[in-house]
Nanobody, 121 residues
Framework: VQLQASGGGTVQAGGSTRLSCAAS????????MGWFRQGAGKDREFVASINWDDYVTYYSDSVKGRFTVSRDNAKNTVYLQMNSLKPEDTAVYYC???????????????WGQGTLVTVSS
């Protein structure tokens, strides 16, 4: 299984960017997909997740209303649209996959490498 995240970079505060995560080696349409992040010196934290069939989404309070998670099962790809970015959003962002029917919870089966998002003030 491979989860390849891309789209990181440096963005100004208040700006937007979109992360992508391309999955291979698994039946993508049967997995909940999640996004996590880890800032320097901080623990990894949950950001957002999306269910595999009804596309139900779930967000952390810190990003709710600013970030949107979506997926394209035909392309085996999950996205994270990040708007109104703040310096505290600076982190390495990871995508993950779990064989589950719930978008809640942080136990995932597979993890990708991270992509760094830096928000400059």
């Amino acid at each position: 299984v491979q989860l390849q995240a891309s789209g990181g970079g440096t963005v100004q505060a208040g700006g937007s960017t979109r992360l992508s995560c391309a999955a291979s080696g698994l039946t993508f349409s049967s997995y909940v997909m999640g996004w996590f992040r880890q800032g320097a010196g901080k623990d990894r934290e949950f950001v957002a997740s999306i269910n595999w069939d009804d596309y139900v989404t779930y967000y952390s309070d810190s990003v709710k209303g600013r970030f949107t998670v979506s997926r394209d099962n035909a392309k085996n790809t999950v996205y994270l649209q990040m708007n109104s970015l703040k310096p505290e959003d600076t982190a390495v962002y990871y995508c993950a996959a779990k064989r589950s029917r719930t978008v809640v919870g942080t136990q995932y089966d597979y993890w990708g490498q991270g992509t760094l998002v830096t928000v400059s003030s």
